[in-house]
């Protein structure tokens, strides 16, 4: 079993709809939680970092549950420009971090 | 720089032969790290390195690969006799100790081994 799980999609939604993905992790001791997106033969890059109680960055909204080891992130009012793979990623101890394998969103006009 | 500077951006490697991959991180980010992903997969961790100090390469697939980061700042991974498996970018991220706000990558390595 994956440490980081995660529906690899892909998600093909029209702009302006709403889309949620989730995650779960295995590693009860996982310290913090992060969604990075990456573009086609790009690098990872930081989306926004995710708390037990809930943020928000503009249209996106992140969620963590602890207890159940879940993790989510909602996308309000898709842009074609949100077309990109969605990586869910957990830090363990010593600062490592271990990356789910990737949602991909296609958003479409 | 402002980011994380890796080189070469390609490389093209008999099967065989060793390559090294650079990573000069952001300045004053006193960890280093190394990551390989495969097409299709999310990175994979190889080593951290905090300064000089290589704490931790649990995730080096085999004893023929060897990272370093002599002066604490940039780093190199090095790979000997690659195999057709080791076909992946290679990417360096550096952070703050903490690493509360994540990491930022460099552009990577694509590695192709023919």
């Known amino acids: 079993r994956k440490e980081v799980e995660q529906d690899p999609g892909p998600f093909n939604v029209p702009e302006g709809a709403t889309v949620a993905f989730n995650c779960t992790y295995s590693?009860?001791?996982?310290?913090?939680f992060f969604w990075y997106r990456q573009d086609c033969r790009k690098e990872p890059k930081l989306l926004m970092s995710v708390y037990s109680s809930g943020n928000e960055d503009g249209r996106f909204t992140a969620q963590l549950n602890r207890a159940s080891q879940y993790i989510s992130l909602l996308i309000r009012d898709s842009k074609l420009s949100d077309s990109a793979t969605y990586l869910c990623?957990?830090?363990?101890?010593?600062?490592?971090?271990?990356f789910g394998a990737g949602t991909i969103l296609r958003v479409k006009s | 720089g402002a980011g994380v500077s890796q080189s070469p951006r390609y490389k093209v490697a008999k099967r065989g032969q060793d390559v090294a991959l650079r990573c000069d991180p952001i300045?004053?980010?006193?960890?280093l790290f190394w990551y390989q992903q495969a097409l299709g997969q999310g990175p994979e961790f190889l080593t951290y390195?905090?300064?000089?100090?290589?704490?931790?390469k649990s995730g080096l697939p085999s004893d023929r690969f060897f990272a370093e980061r002599p002066e604490g700042s940039v780093s190199t991974l090095k790979i000997q006799r690659t195999q057709q498996e080791d076909s992946a970018v290679y990417l360096c991220?550096?952070?703050?100790?903490?690493?509360?706000?994540?990491?930022?990558f460099g552009s990577g390595t694509r590695l192709t081994v023919v």
């Open positions: 300045s004053g980010h006193v960890s």
């Open positions: 590693n009860s001791a996982s310290q913090s």
């Open positions: 990623v957990v830090m363990e101890y010593g600062n490592k971090l271990v």
């Open positions: 991220a550096s952070s703050q100790p903490s690493g509360d706000y994540g990491y930022t």
């Open positions: 390195f905090q300064n000089e100090a290589q704490l931790d």
